[in-house]
Every structure is written in C-alpha cells, then in structure tokens.
C-alpha cells in the first residue's frame, strides 16, 4: 500500500485563490520531505526541501512567497500556492526518504492544479 | 549541475519485443540511480535502485545496469506487454537531491 499519501489528487480553483496540499508519511516518520513540478512532457523539477521544525530550503528560482512550505509534524508536510495564477498549473508531487539508506524514495501520488 | 538525459522521449514496440532504455548523465559522482514508472497523470513508482557501487540488479523481467564512469544506466524489458505502456524515469541522486530526465514514453502495441 501506498506509504506517502498526498492529498488533494486533483484541484480546480480560479486565479487569485490560495491552494493547500498535503503529504503525509503513513507509517514512518519523515524529518525531510521534498516537493516537485512536473509540467508536461517535461521533468520533474525539485521545488525545495521541506525540514521538520525549520525552514525549508528552496531551488533556485522558486519564490519562497509564492510557495510556501510548513513541515510542522515528523509525518505532514504542506505546500501551499499562494495567489496562484493560471501559470501556476502543474502537477505537484512530494516525497519522502525512508529511513535507513540506499532505498527508494517514497513518492505520493501527486496533485493536478488546474488554476482557471 | 548534473544532468540527465534521456533519448528518445518516446517508443512504439510490438508485444513481446525486448527492449533497452538508455539513461545517460553528466556528473559521475553519484550515490546511486533509479529508475521509475510513471503513467498518465499518477504518481512515481519504483522499478530498480542501483547503489553507486553495482553494477546492475533485477526485478522480474525488468534489469538495469549502471557504468558510473561512462555516466550511463540502461533500463532492459524483456518479453514487453502492453502493460508496460507508461513513461519511463530515471533520476540520480547526489548532494541530498534526486535529479529526473524527462522520461521516455513507451507505447506497447498489442
């Protein structure tokens, strides 16, 4: 079964809103979490490191504004879309590293943001 | 700033024909390699890690192989279906971040 849920799957919303998506580690508990985009056809670009109990670290050219990230418990990270604008459709996916090394990366099933 | 690319971004085989995924990426000092499916609009799943010190590991009728030297990993299907029609990642992990190629979408015709 799926070990990182992300929730929602799928977000219709007009320009202007804000947007709230969620990514839960389901039976470990994750102190780094990270967010991507995906834009279609395209790959998927690392958005910023998301760190329980501190800030998170953004890549170059992602607005830390724009994106806000809390990563307020050892299992929820969030991302929140600020003001978004229809440029800001994408498909959002966030993952988590097990513990203990060299395994996979644990990946949620993404969010489709469609901003109209 | 490491790179990674995958050719071509798309492929078209009959059932049954065995085929190769070709990875490539431009800075050798990685901790291991990954390959990934994903279909239309879902999620990533995990096909095969390789640490940085393998050569290769199996699963199924999926194999992938690792040169680190040369920068390549090749991602081998062996008797294809179409159910493995989906698109195909490979991503490098190095400094504590996974970096993805753009895929290769593959379309098993039945």
């Known amino acids: 079964g799926a070990v990182v849920s992300q929730h929602p799957s799928w977000v219709i919303c007009k320009s202007g809103t804000s947007v709230k998506i969620e990514c839960r580690s389901l039976?470990?508990?994750?102190?780094?979490m990270f967010w991507y985009r995906q834009f279609p056809k395209q790959s998927l670009m690392l958005m910023a490191t998301?760190?329980?109990?501190?800030?998170?670290?953004?890549e170059q050219g992602v607005e830390k504004d724009k994106f806000l990230i809390n990563h307020a418990s050892l299992t929820l990270s969030t991302l929140t879309v600020t003001s978004a604008h229809p440029e800001d459709s994408s498909f959002y996916i966030c993952?988590?590293?097990?513990?203990?090394?060299?395994?996979?990366?644990?990946f949620g099933d993404g969010t489709r943001l469609s901003i109209l | 700033k490491q790179e990674v690319t995958q050719i071509p971004a798309a492929l078209s085989v009959p059932e049954g024909e065995n085929l190769v995924l070709n990875c490539s990426f431009t800075?050798?000092?990685?901790?291991?390699l990954q390959w990934f499916r994903q279909d239309p609009g879902k999620g990533l799943t995990s096909l095969l890690l390789?640490?940085?010190?393998?050569r290769e590991q199996t699963s199924g009728r999926l194999n992938a192989s690792l040169d680190k030297s040369s920068g390549r990993s090749t991602l081998y299907i062996a008797a294809s279906q179409p159910g493995d029609s989906a698109t195909y990642l490979c991503?490098?992990?190095?400094?504590?971040?996974?970096?993805f190629g753009k895929g290769i979408t593959l379309s098993v015709r039945p």
């Open positions: 998301s760190n329980e109990g501190s800030k998170a670290t953004y």
């Open positions: 039976d470990f508990q994750a102190t780094t």
């Open positions: 991503a490098v992990y190095a400094n504590s971040k996974l970096t």
């Open positions: 800075d050798s000092a990685i901790y291991n």
């Open positions: 993952s988590a590293p097990p513990t203990g090394g060299n395994q996979p990366q644990h």
């Open positions: 390789i640490q940085s010190s393998q």
